[in-house]
């Protein structure tokens, strides 16, 4: 989908027009794909919009660039503070949220440590992903024949940019093969996940999803459902799932900031259970709706943009961090 522009760009400390958040050609994320990122969701909700599980996404950036031997220039707390500023600067009330690190123009070779790390945060209005009608009649997916990464190639708990290569090919071979969506398998041909959601399956009224490790990355939303499951008294297992498993399921769906909760409605061209949303799927779908709608926020997961509290900017009363490579 299209972005649609917005007015500002949050880059370095600094609220720049759209056309201007601009990063050299020589910077060292062009050439050796030294990124790392978020996708995060604000909701309209009815107690208004709502940034959902803010202080989680930043935190898990501030880990998948440790894990690469880097360090965020700001801290959680300013980038949260920014994040929600900028979305008020946009007066956007519904819309998805990119937070970006990247090490910028500094050195060149494989070596990164002479590079300053950079951040950016934008913000945009973002319908569903995979459609409008995905979460009324669920997707088609396919199971892919490109594998995930394996854990000690690439560590895919790091929000890491180049492991999207890997999500690219993934979801390029579902869509020219007529699906909505693919899922890769481990290195021992157990699943994994999506090119860019987790994946649930219901078999007897549990709800089964692969472990961390099986090379996938630890959603936030995914943790999301497992939280409501365990509210609404639904047993829950982290095991390995074999192939074979995607195709006798009761119901499977797939979670992310990007599609949220998404039910599958066949693998492979085999239909998933009844080959409409089942009722566990249907019970947490609507827990989930009730957060991100009404606002009804037990957990403590909404950041609302209109709280009545004023964020400190960055750009006027904070410095980025010096000395980190």
């Not at 959902?52 to 660039?65: A, C, G, P, T, Y």
């Not at 801290?75 to 994040?83: G, L, V």
């Not at 039910?263 to 947490?284: A, E, H, Q, W, Y």
């Amino acid at each position: 989908m299209p972005v649609p522009r917005t007015e500002f760009i949050w880059m370095n400390g600094e609220y720049v027009k759209w056309e201007n958040a601009k990063v050299h050609v020589l910077s060292h994320v062009l050439h050796y794909g030294s990124g790392w990122f978020e996708g995060i969701r604000c909701y309209d909700t009815k107690r208004g919009p709502a940034i959902f599980r803010l202080k989680e996404h930043i935190k898990r950036l501030e880990n998948s660039v440790k894990i690469y031997h880097a360090e965020l220039p700001y801290s959680q707390k300013q980038i949260c503070d920014e994040t929600v500023e900028l979305v008020r600067k946009n007066k956007l009330a519904s819309c998805y949220i990119r937070p970006l690190a990247y090490r910028g123009l500094g050195e060149m070779g494989v070596n990164p440590l002479g590079c300053p790390m950079e951040l950016i945060i934008a913000a945009w209005e973002w319908g569903r992903y995979l459609g409008k009608e995905a979460l009324e009649e669920g997707v088609d997916v396919c199971v892919s024949s490109w594998n995930h990464l394996t854990p000690n190639t690439m560590p895919s708990i790091s929000k890491a940019s180049s492991n999207y290569m890997n999500s690219q090919l993934v979801r390029l071979e579902a869509v020219r093969h007529g699906y909505s969506e693919g899922i890769s398998l481990d290195s021992y041909g157990n699943l994994s996940e999506g090119s860019g959601e987790n994946v649930f399956l219901v078999a007897d009224g549990t709800l089964i999803t692969p472990p961390a490790g099986a090379s996938l990355l630890p959603g936030i939303t995914r943790d999301t459902v497992i939280q409501l499951a365990h509210d609404l008294k639904i047993p829950v297992k982290e095991q390995t799932i074999p192939r074979a498993m995607l195709y006798v399921a009761d119901e499977v769906f797939m979670t992310g900031t990007a599609v949220e909760m998404t039910p599958v409605r066949s693998v492979d061209r085999l239909t998933v259970g009844s080959g409409k949303t089942g009722p566990i799927t249907t019970k947490l779908m609507k827990a989930f709706f009730s957060v991100i709608q009404d606002g009804k926020d037990p957990h403590g997961w909404l950041t609302f943009i209109n709280s009545g509290k004023k964020t400190t900017s960055v750009s006027k009363s904070a410095k980025k961090k010096t000395g980190k490579k």
